[in-house]
């Protein structure tokens, strides 16, 4: 949702508070004047149409509240609290009287606005529209395959002859090429070639897109054309970093791999369709039917020629999705019926754009975090409904006096409804706050940079300000409006007598005592995970690899197509020849992030383990000590090579002792389909050296592979004295030398590129580090305001006794019963749950810490619940006898 | 339509200061709708006082029932887009209420001149 939206909704509720008869005369008209108003104050910046919109809508609010009590309209209305600047007041004197209270409601709410902004932006993420004119109107075509589900090919020219509810049917792919620097003609820039992700594109995205070029035009039709002269436009922020930001870009060549392409237009700053793209080039695709006369639906599956493409149009005039999607269906039923081998099994389906990209690439994850942040938000928000419904309770007979005293149900409800009001904005700003901390910490670790560009990660996002207008108003309703309403209720109204000399009339419901032990349970089930990962991940962020890891310059090497494969080889024949360099390897993955697969050591069944496929000199070029048996030799880069070594993690954790000459076989496509037995002829050193005690994800399993293997894509050169950044530099003039079609990507050192692989664990520590605080940090002060409130009950009880002699430890033991039932019932069921996981995911669940590590996680929340519980305690002992019989 | 009684503009001074902002942002026999109305009142000071859209249909809509402006629908030649508004034009009782306001206002001014706590023109 865009902030314009998110104001204008908001103000639509704000213009609520004035009578009907006003709001069906005026209402639209105000929702124009204040759009039109907020069109303006944008152009000054995003804060003056926060301040604006803020502003507004207090003043209708005031205002139409005005409008009631003048017009008289109060009654059958949603709004009939009656606000004034005196309730504000009064609520803010009501929380400077009960400070403590206040503190911990208002840090509930703070914590919860965090969560809510966090789930805003997330929020608007997924369901962020394109910002372009009818941006939401924008939507992806796929063939689902039912299946295998996942995307299958497309039979893009069908649909874009067939299908009337889409229109402006286009497509896209994403390339890499090396991009020159302008020259005036078809010559030799000196400027170095840069290796770029392009966007080749049907010209209808940008009619889509409706965003006019900043100058001179975009793609077109005509440039689709196979015999069309190569044209490219470029992007703003290319334009200003690459190209100084030329005025006479256009019509000027760059060199786009080995074709010299004309500049025809650069586009504004912010629109980066179809991903973040900076270049776009036609996508040139000859129809199924160009050389065959068949026509496309009646054409081959395998004959047609899209390949990995991903297609885009938009909604015609009059359509819906719904619409859109029942004649994708009934297309979709008709390729079936003529192909059914390749399409019986297809779902055409229609998504919008913006949720077709991530259900794409994220739908697992989408889906966990949603239940991470509903799970979240509902321990937080129940926390804070314990919070304040004792702290309003231990205001029961100040309402109770108040109503003895004339004042109307709605007046209370409505002063506590402002202080309520009062404080949930407070906290909202202080989360607010926080939230923007978190966001700025989280800069140094996420690149944003790379995330699709209608994204907004702003914690000032219109969605986000809505979630946050809407917690600090429900904030509001739970604080104050909701137990004055209890409290002024029929029930509650029995008599101030009553209220005031039974005090046991309002009980903390067993309800609220279940939601203690819940949450002692998961702080305590959790907090090992939570624990085990955030040291983790502080170990290893601080730990060194085990080789100098500085010392190596790496670079992912891609060709483009039609490249001689021999160049990757060639380059690095070159590379070992220059003096800076005094090792040259090829890898076909980070160290530490090989791919999984399922293996069965004979005798002992299957494990999924990481398998490493790396060159035969791979532990001699990084130092990787041998530990038992050999390492690899030039012989085992065979195909037909039975060899494998494993690392020590191997050893230990899946093997469980001595490796050498156990054998080892791959799972296949099927569950009948095996791979040969292989033979461990050696064991290595944990590689990357992990600080942390290893567990069965860090087992890995090499195979030599032949040095001129495709999948060599990592280059990693040891630098001599000279350092990785001259290595850079000659590495790149050595590639452009050699062929520019060689792409060099990310070349960075491999200390660089590790940090990077970790940046995941990283904020997944951060997150579940934050989280588990929280959750500790709310549950402690549930249980105080939980403790407190019974010992408010329990005052004149406890004076009594103190009076007739009871001994204060009987006393204090009496009033810690409670919690600790709670706290011991909680710790228990936490730790059955934590080792019940632990066993489930042997040992992963605490890092590898095993249980011993519970009994501390129980200790400690312990000690946190019990000084929860002592500072109330100790209150009640100071309780004067007099005082507790005088209250009789 | 019944012609409205005659009333006394003196029954409705003094005027909240909303409604006497847009009585003078309201020119002689102009219309003009919600939002032209907005700009106009911050035109009068230069952008220094503003009204914000909920006071200021609070505003109108006490100004319609007092008579001290008249409603209409938009002419047909509006073509400002958006949902249909309303135009406001200043009636001739709005234009005796806001010089009596007026009058009201310089009597007070001039007691501030006469005490020296602003400057100006002596009486």
Known sequence: ?888 | MPARPQRDPAALIPLKQSIYRVLLALGEGEWLHGYAIMQAVAGLSEGRETILPGTLYAALARMVDDGLVEGREAPDDDHSGGPARRYYRRTAFGLAVARAESERLRALLDIAVAQKIISGPPK
């Not at chain 1, 104050?41 to 409008?67: H, Q």
């Not at chain 1, 937080?380 to 419904?389: D, E, I, K, M, T």
């Not at chain 1, 500085?550 to 160049?567: I, S």
């Open chain 1, 1 to 888: 949702m865009t902030f314009r939206r998110a104001a204008v909704n908001t103000y639509r509720v704000a213009v609520q508070a004035f009578p009907r008869r006003h709001r069906v005369t005026y209402g639209d008209e105000m929702i124009a004047a204040f759009e039109q108003e907020l069109a303006s104050r944008a152009r000054g910046g995003r804060w003056r149409a926060i301040a604006f919109s803020a502003a507004a809508c207090v003043d209708t609010i005031i205002a139409g509240l005005g409008e009631r009590r003048r017009s008289g309209d109060s009654q059958g209305e949603v709004m009939r609290v009656g606000l004034s600047w005196l309730d504000v007041k009064l609520g803010l004197r009501m929380l400077v009287r009960y400070p403590g209270l206040s503190l911990v409601g208002g840090l509930g709410i703070a914590l919860v606005v965090v969560c809510g902004v966090v789930a805003g932006i997330f929020h608007s993420v997924i369901n962020a529209t394109l910002p372009f004119e009818e941006g939401d109107r924008v939507v992806a075509i796929e063939n689902w395959d039912a299946s295998q589900n996942r995307p299958a090919r497309h039979d893009f020219f069908t649909w874009r002859d067939e299908l009337r509810m889409v229109t402006d049917i286009g497509a896209y792919r994403l390339v890499s090429r090396n991009i020159g620097g302008a020259t005036a003609a078809a010559g030799q820039s000196t400027q170095a070639p840069e290796p770029a992700r392009i966007a080749e594109i049907s010209a209808s995205a940008f009619t889509i897109a409706r965003v006019p070029p900043l100058a001179g035009r975009y793609l077109v039709p005509d440039d689709e054309r196979i015999s069309a002269p190569p044209v490219i436009v470029v992007g703003y922020d290319e334009w200003q970093r690459r190209f100084g930001g030329d005025p006479q870009l256009i019509g000027r060549t760059l060199q786009v791999g080995d074709t010299a392409t004309t500049v025809v237009g650069v586009m504004p700053r912010g629109f980066g369709f179809p991903v973040n793209e900076r270049y776009w080039i036609p996508l040139r695709l000859s129809r199924p039917d160009d050389a065959s006369g068949l026509a496309p639906s009646r054409m081959p599956y395998k004959d047609m020629p899209q390949g990995a493409i991903h297609v885009f149009g938009r909604l015609a005039d009059g359509a819906d999705l719904p619409a859109a999607q029942s004649e994708l269906s009934l297309v979709g039923q008709r390729a079936a019926a003529a192909e059914p081998v390749t399409h019986a099994r297809l779902r055409p389906r229609v998504l919008p754009y913006t949720l077709w990209f991530f259900k794409e690439q994220h739908d697992g994850e989408i889906f966990l975090v949603q239940g991470l942040l509903a799970l979240l938000l509902g321990i937080v928000g129940a926390n804070v409904a314990v919070l304040v419904y004792a702290r309003t309770a231990t205001r029961r007979i100040e309402i109770a006096l108040r109503g003895a005293l004339g004042a109307s149900r709605r007046r209370i409800v409505g002063q506590m409804f402002a202080e309520g009001l009062v404080l949930s904005a407070a906290a909202a700003a202080a989360g607010l706050l926080i939230a923007a901390v978190i966001r700025r910490e989280l800069d140094g670790l996420i690149p944003w940079h790379l995330a699709p560009f209608w994204v907004n990660t702003s914690v000032t996002s219109g969605t986000a300000l809505t979630y946050v207008i809407v917690l600090a108003v429900l904030g509001a309703v739970v604080v104050g409006a909701i137990p004055a309403l209890q409290a002024t209720g029929r029930r509650a109204q029995t008599g101030l007598q009553q209220a005031a000399a039974n005090s046991s009339g309002w009980r903390i419901g067993r309800t609220y005592g279940i939601l203690i032990v819940v949450q002692v349970t998961l702080a305590v089930a959790i907090l090992p995970y939570a624990a085990s990962t955030a040291w983790t991940s502080i170990r290893e962020a601080t730990a060194s690899p085990g080789f100098d890891a500085a010392a190596f310059l790496t670079a992912r090497v891609e060709m483009e197509p039609g490249a001689p494969p021999a160049l990757r080889a060639e380059l690095g024949r070159r590379m070992e020849t220059e003096s800076g360099a005094s090792r040259v390897t090829f890898l076909t993955s980070v160290p530490g992030s090989e791919p999984t697969a399922a293996f069965e050591i004979e005798g002992q069944g299957w494990h999924e383990v990481g398998v490493g496929a790396v060159p035969a000199d791979y532990f001699a070029a990084f130092g990787v000590p041998v530990l038992a048996g050999r390492g690899f030799d030039a012989r085992d880069a065979d195909p037909a090579s039975r060899h494998v070594i494993v690392n020590r993690a191997f050893a230990q954790q899946i093997i469980g002792g001595n490796a050498l000459g156990r054998r080892v076989r791959q799972a296949g496509a099927s569950d009948s389909d095996y791979g040969p037995w292989l033979e461990i002829v050696g064991v290595v050193e944990n590689f990357p050296a992990k600080p942390t005690r290893p567990t069965r994800a860090d087992a890995r399993l090499y195979r030599a592979i032949a040095p001129g293997d495709s999948r060599f894509s990592l280059l990693a050169l040891h630098a001599r004295a000279g350092g990785t950044a001259a290595l850079a530099e000659r590495l790149r003039d050595v590639a452009t030398a050699l062929d520019r079609r060689l792409l060099l990507r990310d070349i960075r050192s491999m200390d660089a590129l590790l940090r990077e692989q970790r940046i995941g664990s990283e904020v997944g520590a951060w997150a579940s580090g934050l989280a588990t605080v929280s959750l500790l940090l709310l549950s402690a002060t549930g249980l105080y305001a939980l403790m407190a409130f019974t010992v408010a009950q329990r005052r004149r009880e406890i004076g009594i006794r103190v009076a007739l002699g009871a001994d204060p430890g009987t006393v204090v033991r009496a009033i810690l019963s409670r919690a600790v039932w709670q706290l011991g019932t909680g710790v228990a069921a936490g730790v059955a749950v934590a080792a019940l996981l632990n066993t489930g995911t042997a040992d992963e669940f605490t890092g590898g810490a095993g249980l011993r590590i519970l009994p501390a996680v129980a200790g400690f929340v312990l000690l946190i619940g019990l000084a929860a519980a002592a500072a109330p305690a100790r209150r009640a002992l100071r309780i004067q006898p007099t005082e507790a019989m005088r209250e009789q």
